[in-house]
């Protein structure tokens, strides 16, 4: 089973093959077309990795055709990293939606026009790995007292972010602009700013950008990043905050 893979990372990083996914991997064709038309309906983001995980883009999946087998998905921005697609003989799928890691493996991919507009298309998978094992605790950030990081380097110099949700292996930012971000980009100069808590410096790698469908119509763009290099240091006060954090949402829900 060459095209199972192992999860070593969190989000849209491919994982090694295993034989340990028998029981995430789904092989019937109904499992696979439900679970993909799933990723439709919520306008999921996906990356796709290929030429030996050299090159990667990001798309959404536009159609499933169950009685021809074809998987339809979105045109690239690039025209170049379209063409490579296109010469690609092997692709790797990935999307996390909900911190459940979705990834499936297809072959040759086409292009065709759909609704007038040119789109790639390619045979459904034959199995689709769905695993969910986290190695943090996450904690949602409260909306209207919100924490904030800032990333200095980005195309548009030093941004500030708010938290969505945060644990002790990384931090999950609400963004307004995720084009200027790329997945597995490194940010070496950070902080991390918890208020009473502290200030720190940290270093981030973008590990997931995903689009959520609000109720009101509009969609919230994310970016998962993953705290890498020296950040041991931070942890037990990262832990603190976050025990801090939830007793004194646990005390509001119980006073309501």
Not at 29 to 39: D, F, G, K, Q
Not at 124 to 144: G, H, S, V
Request: hydrophobic share 40%; charged share 25%.
């Amino acid at each position: 089973m060459s095209d199972t893979e192992n999860q070593a990372t969190e989000n849209h990083t491919p994982v090694a093959p295993t034989d340990d996914l028998a029981r995430f991997t789904l092989m019937t064709p109904i499992e696979i077309v439900y679970a993909l038309r799933n990723l439709i309906r919520s306008k999921q983001t996906l990356a796709i990795y290929f030429r030996q995980g050299k090159e990667s883009m990001l798309t959404t999946l536009l159609d499933v055709n169950s009685e021809k087998g074809e998987l339809i998905f979105d045109w690239g921005g690039s025209e170049t990293v379209n063409q490579h697609l296109l010469d690609s003989d092997r692709n790797v799928f990935v999307c996390a939606p909900e911190g459940v890691k979705i990834q499936f493996v297809t072959g040759k991919i086409n292009q065709i026009q759909l609704d007038g507009k040119p789109a790639f298309s390619t045979r459904l998978p034959d199995t689709l790995i769905k695993i969910q094992r986290r190695e943090f605790y996450r904690l949602q950030m409260p909306i209207a007292n919100p924490f904030w990081v800032t990333i200095h380097g980005t195309p548009k110099g030093s941004q500030r972010f708010t938290m969505f949700d945060l644990s002790l292996g990384g931090v999950c930012l609400n963004v307004s602009e995720p084009e200027l971000f790329h997945l597995m980009e490194n940010f070496g100069d950070c902080q991390l700013d918890l208020k009473e808590a502290g200030l720190f410096d940290v270093a981030l790698q973008v590990r997931n950008l995903s689009s959520v469908p609000q109720r009101n119509g509009t969609v919230q763009h994310r970016m998962g990043c993953q705290f890498v290099g020296k950040f041991a240091h931070i942890q037990n006060k990262l832990q603190r905050f976050l025990a801090q954090l939830e007793r004194e949402r646990n005390a509001l829900l119980k006073r309501d």
